[in-house]
Every structure is written in C-alpha cells, then in structure tokens.
C-alpha cells in the first residue's frame, strides 16, 4: 500500500512563495515518476507538474511555467513543489500522486495513488 502525505500548504498573499513537500512510503519511490495536480472549488482536478525517477525529465502545465519548480529526493522518498510568484487564482488544494506505471504522464487517471491534499491559498 502506497501513503503519500503531503505539507507545507497555507495562507499566503499574492506574490508570495510555498515550498509543498510531499513524503512517500509503500512503493519504491526512486523506480516511479511523481506528479502535482491541484483542484480548485468548482473546478475539476488539474496537472501542475510531474518529474520522472531521477529528475532528468520534467514537465509544467503552461500556467505555472517560470514560477513553479517541482524536485525529487530520492533518498528522503519525497517529491517538492517550490511555488513562487503566486496568484490568487492558484488558489487550490494541490495534491501529489504516484502512477500506475513508472514513466512520466501527465493525465489523473494515469495515476493511481493520492495523497489526502493540502490547501494552498493566496490572497489578492
């Protein structure tokens, strides 16, 4: 059974920065990419970011690109999501995820595990 526990989210105003970090256990971590999604109200769930085992390939929504940054430490079995500049509008529960097969993907239903989510909010 794989546990992915996210933190780091919270209350922030706009141009500010969070660091979410995201600890898993139950997999072997470094063998399986790692993705970001985020779900506003409303809205249906989202890619942000995914990084592949070693952090060699990584890939951005559009809309984060040059102000999120996601990294890996495969020794400490966690995946970062560094969130600078923030905009009211990423305003979201951000939620990590582990897929079903090791590569690099990008769509939810493409992964199998979730963490429980973590709220980030910005204020204007």
């Known amino acids: 059974q794989v546990q992915l526990v996210e933190s780091g989210g919270g209350l922030v105003q706009a141009g500010g920065s969070l660091r979410l970090s995201c600890a898993a256990s139950?997999?072997?971590?470094?063998?399986?990419?790692m993705g970001w999604f985020r779900q506003a109200p409303g809205k249906e769930r989202e890619f942000v970011a995914a990084i592949n085992w070693s952090g060699g390939s990584i890939y951005y929504a559009d809309f984060v690109k040059g102000r999120f940054t996601i990294s890996r430490d495969n020794a400490k079995n966690t995946v970062y999501l560094q969130m600078n500049s923030l905009k009211p509008e990423d305003t979201a529960v951000y939620y990590c995820?582990?897929?079903?097969?090791?590569?690099?993907?990008?769509?939810?239903?493409?992964?199998?595990?979730w963490g429980q989510g973590t709220q980030v909010t910005v204020s204007s």
């Open positions: 995820a582990s897929p079903i097969r090791p590569s690099l993907v990008v769509t939810p239903k493409e992964y199998d595990y």
């Open positions: 139950g997999r072997t971590f470094s063998r399986y990419a």
